[in-house]
């Protein structure tokens, strides 16, 4: 099992004000990977009517919460289950799977890893390789799954490496572990964000592979992480019946799912995010191309890769910087397979993004 040194994660900006004296409220999270649109408009405007929902039990199925998933995600309602977070989901999924050796494509979110090890299992990683971009090398994961390999596990597009395996070649991953008997779990937490969405997505895929599982939530793209909605889209009929016998009821509270009917539907929402994080993923990324202190990986998600070239600067240092001045990044060091030459930030408003465009660039001067 790998070990995970600590690190500042997008949410803990109490531990922030504690050591630097920071208000949170003056703290802007380049970490946190959230849409800086924040909630949904039409939510905002809404939500506070229907207060009236707490006072009764949600309906047990969510039927009309899944109906709208099914709508904004192209799929079947029955292929659909919604748990407290797509965090929930991931437990429920490995706690059931029981994996002995599971493989994790990395470097990525470190909470898989923890729920097979709390289940007994091991977990092995199949690291993307820098030299690549940190993009898929088919050939060499092929080779890997021969190893007794129960369940293959995908961040996509991936966190922190912001790079994307597309369905074409999805679809082969999950031939080769159909032929081997092996249990795909998609998280595809950030592909909303993508640009060819639609190239990405694997949903498509759970119509014709019951081995697949994809997870969703509403914490990045909808910026709701504390409403803890998530959703599973998977056409594993027995599975299905067999999570919906374990888990527990109501694991969606009123006020949640209606959030959920609304901010799915809202298009003009959907329209801006996606106008503004595909310009500033652009210009961002054209502006800190033109340093050579920096190399840029190419992005597909709503955040960035950045090695630093430059000698002696550290991710540590760059962290320090940019936290002064009330911008936090993301410190790479902690995640496996990357050293303190990496950071990852996430595209805030244009605004924002200058700023911290201003911290990078005099941090190389």
Known sequence: MIKHKEHFHGSDLEKIEN??????????????????????????????????????????????LRKAIASYIHSDPEY??????????????????????????????????REVSLEGGRSLYFSL?????????????????????????ICNPNNPTSTAIPRNKMRQI????????????????????????EE?????????????????????????????????????TDLIKEINQKKNPWTINSLAAIAGEIMFSDEEYK?????????????????????????VYPPTANFVLVRIEKEGLTSEELFDMAIR???MIRDCSTFPFLDNRYIRFCFMSPEKNDELLDVLKAAVQ
């Not at 797509?86 to 437990?91: A, R, V």
């Not at 390789?129 to 293959?152: R, Y």
């Not at 329209?271 to 190399?295: H, W």
Request: net charge negative; with cysteine; hydrophobic share 40%.
């Open 19 to 64: 050591i630097y004296g920071i208000k949170k409220e003056d703290i802007t999270s380049f970490s946190a990977n959230v849409n800086p649109l924040g909630v949904s408009f039409r939510l905002r405007e809404t939500l506070a009517s229907r207060i009236d929902a707490i006072t009764s039990y949600p309906d047990r199925e969510y039927t009309s």
């Open 80 to 113: 659909i289950l919604v748990g407290n977070g797509s965090t929930e989901l991931i437990s429920i999924m490995i706690q059931l799977q029981k994996p002995k050796k599971a493989l994790i494509i990395g470097p990525t979110y470190s909470e898989y890893e």
């Open 129 to 153: 390789k820098e030299e690549d971009n940190f993009e898929l090398n088919l050939q060499a994961l092929s080779e890997e799954l021969q190893k007794d390999i129960d369940l293959l596990i």
């Open 174 to 197: 999950l031939d080769i572990c159909k032929e081997r008997d092996i249990f795909v779990m998609v998280d595809e937490t950030y592909v909303e964000f993508a640009e060819q969405m």
């Open 200 to 236: 990405i997505t694997s949903v498509p895929l759970t119509e014709y592979y019951n081995n697949i599982i994809i997870l969703r939530g509403i914490s990045k793209f909808f910026a709701a992480p504390g409403l803890r909605l998530g959703y599973a889209v998977f056409c594993n």
């Open 271 to 295: 329209k801006a995010t996606r106008q503004l994080i595909s310009s500033e993923r652009i210009r961002i990324c054209d502006e800190l191309s033109k340093l050579p202190e920096y190399k």
């Open 325 to 327: 001045r009330g911008l």
